[in-house]
């Protein structure tokens, strides 16, 4: 007891000398923040400071020990909310201190020290001036061109940056095309595009992932070169933090590198979106951002992250919307991946909602078809059902391009063409000449033909491709001729200025000189079919080849596994220039496979026949047998296909 009342006594004297005199010092709770200790007289503050570094310091930090730590100088506080004044009712001893309800500090023989916060005039006027982040939803609306964004930009810049290209953006994509690219010169020509360029550059690394993949993704859209210095930093600072990406960052990240060129950051970018895509591939949630993914991997990802993305989607089949099914086809399209189950069964969920489907998804869906060697029969009917049912609400060249698809598809749909047909016909002015030898290939290519109105739409076409004599090259008057030629139609005006000498040098010695030389063999053996024609002379081409241009090396080993060497021709070349690939004898009955022998000569022209419908009839054979994958791979170039 001794002992403690001579310490109380003792920290008592110290205590009470400094206690009248006035000072302002700094207290620090816990180095959290930074609070301020007034006492109540005036008087010479710099003395204070030395007699109380030197007197007092070691009994007030045993006095306030685990409750505050005290600094004798006089520190200059920036963003200081409150002001602390200590007052002293009852006398001092060294025991731990506590707050109270009313944070005060009451220690055990009841010594309180109120505080009482008061705002400081220097946080007020920091939170006046402080200028709040602009909302691009609000500024977008605001704003009528990108002019307007950039100069509310250049008054008053806030953070982040990316608020301002994202309304641009928006604002951009309110916009015809011609005012898009008037907009986008007055961009580039403003004086406060350069200052937001740079500071986005800045805060590239300090802003929200998803507001520089956001800024990155409006940048792209805005049409501002891939290799400027602003894209490039951003893409390498996206390289820097896609650990950082969520399945929303993903999603952005994914449409961002569908819409860029290739370049050695953009494919640095790809292969960690491989590597992050093959690991969250499970926690993907959305359907959306599952097949943005699969568009940005691209066809040149790794098969085990092709098959792992097609397991992830058959697995959410049971989620899949109308628009989830039908972009389905194209995200398959871009990495290349033929999974024929989805594509099924997204082909039934297309079906059921085909009067829902806009042209553009009809259009990508047969494109898809085609670039995957997808065939569906019902699927590219229930298509052309649905155009032909209301073909008038289209334009002509929308279905032209359809029944181009469909040609590439090797799909036939007579009612939609009798429909173009009558349509065409009934307008022909309409069309340009590049419609007009596109429609030609169709019909030619597909072999189809109308009772009535052939001959009408020979004679249109005809009549209207005849006015661009002067002005058309002499590939598209070789194609457009040949199209003729099949359909058993033969316009003399353009024969004769086909085969002028000039023209005709100029399609052996330029352009695909090869499949030149194929269509005009081609437009001479029509033109000698045909009685009423006499220039079939008149063309001088190049001797065929001794070899073919194609193997054949599958179906050879084809055959040989099925019949054994000895049991076939390869490379028969026939009277006339007529060639085919391969030679298959067989008995009357077409029941056995006759060998050949080293005395054989070519058959004769009513062989032929018999031997051709035999190859027909053992490629059928070959189906019954339960080969059809060594049919399937056979090239469509052979000469019994």
Not at 16 to 42: A, D, I
Not at 166 to 195: C, G, I, Y
């Amino acid at each position: 007891m001794i002992n403690r009342a001579s310490s109380f006594l003792w920290n008592l004297g110290q205590f009470s000398t400094f206690v009248p005199t006035s000072r302002t010092m700094r207290l620090y709770p816990l180095g959290f923040s930074r609070l301020k200790v007034v006492f109540s007289n005036n008087s010479n503050q710099r003395n204070l400071l030395s007699d109380f570094g030197n007197r007092v310091q070691p009994s007030i930090r045993y006095l306030f020990q685990d409750a505050l730590i005290f600094k004798s100088r006089d520190f200059k506080t920036r963003g200081i909310s409150t002001e602390t004044v200590l007052t002293v009712n009852k006398v001092l001893c060294p025991r731990r201190l506590s707050f109270d309800s009313k944070r005060s500090l009451v220690s055990d023989d009841g010594l309180k020290i109120n505080f009482h916060l008061e705002a400081s005039s220097e946080d007020v006027l920091t939170k006046e001036t402080k200028p709040t982040p602009v909302n691009y939803r609000k500024l977008a609306q605001e704003c009528s061109s990108l002019s307007d964004v950039l100069d509310t930009f250049s008054e008053a810049p806030t953070f982040p940056s990316s608020n301002y290209v994202s309304a641009m953006w928006t604002v951009a994509k309110r916009l015809s095309e011609d005012q898009k690219r008037a907009e986008k010169q007055l961009m580039f020509n403003h004086p406060a595009f350069s200052q937001l360029c740079e500071q986005m550059m800045r805060e590239a690394k300090i802003m929200h992932c998803d507001h520089l993949l956001f800024s990155l993704l409006a940048v792209v859209k805005l049409g501002i070169p891939q290799n400027t210095r602003l894209v490039q930093t951003l893409l390498r600072v996206v390289q820097e933090r896609i650990n950082e990406c969520d399945e929303k960052c993903l999603s952005v990240l994914s449409t961002i590198l569908e819409a860029m060129e290739p370049c050695k950051n953009v494919d640095a970018l790809r292969a960690g979106v491989w590597i992050l895509a093959d690991q969250q591939v499970w926690k993907i949630e959305r359907v959306f951002t599952l097949q943005a993914v699969m568009k940005c991997v691209g066809k040149g990802a790794p098969i085990a992250l092709k098959r792992k993305l097609e397991m992830k989607a058959l697995r959410e089949l049971d989620r899949f919307s109308d628009l989830n099914s039908q972009h389905m086809f194209e995200a398959l399209a871009a990495m290349n991946h033929r999974s024929v189950t989805l594509l099924n069964e997204c082909s039934k969920m297309v079906l059921g909602n085909i009067h829902g489907c806009p042209f553009r998804v009809l259009i990508s869906i047969l494109q898809a078809c085609r670039d995957l060697r997808y065939r569906n029969v019902d699927l590219f009917k229930g298509i052309a059902d649905y155009v032909a049912a209301t073909i008038d609400i289209w334009k002509l060249k929308q279905v032209l391009f359809l029944l181009i698809l469909l040609e590439n598809l090797g799909f036939r749909h007579t009612d939609l063409m009798d429909l173009f047909m009558k349509k065409v016909i009934d307008d022909p002015a309409s069309l340009n000449m590049k419609s007009i030898i596109s429609i030609l290939h169709v019909y030619s290519s597909l072999n189809h033909f109308h009772k009535c109105q052939t001959q009408e739409l020979q004679e249109a076409l005809a009549s209207s491709l005849t006015g661009y004599l002067h002005h058309i090259s002499s590939e598209n008057l070789l194609n457009a001729v040949c199209s003729f030629c099949l359909m058993n139609h033969f316009p003399l005006a353009l024969i004769n200025q086909l085969l002028q000498k000039d023209i005709i040098n100029e399609l052996l010695t330029s352009g695909d000189i090869e499949r030149n030389t194929h269509k005009l063999r081609v437009l001479a053996a029509c033109l000698k079919l045909d009685i009423s024609c006499h220039k079939a002379g008149d063309l001088a081409l190049p001797p065929l080849p001794s070899t073919p241009f194609y193997s054949n090396a599958k179906v050879a080993d084809a055959l040989s596994s099925l019949l054994g060497e000895g049991c076939f021709l390869k490379n028969v070349q026939l009277p006339h220039n007529y060639h085919i690939d391969f030679e298959v004898r067989m008995d009357v009955n077409r029941s056995q496979v006759l060998p050949f022998s080293s005395v054989d000569v070519v058959p004769a022209a009513a062989d032929i026949q018999r031997l051709l419908a035999c190859i027909h009839l053992f490629l059928v054979h070959l189906f019954h047998c339960g080969l059809p994958s060594a049919v399937t791979h056979l090239p469509r170039r052979s000469g019994f296909l």
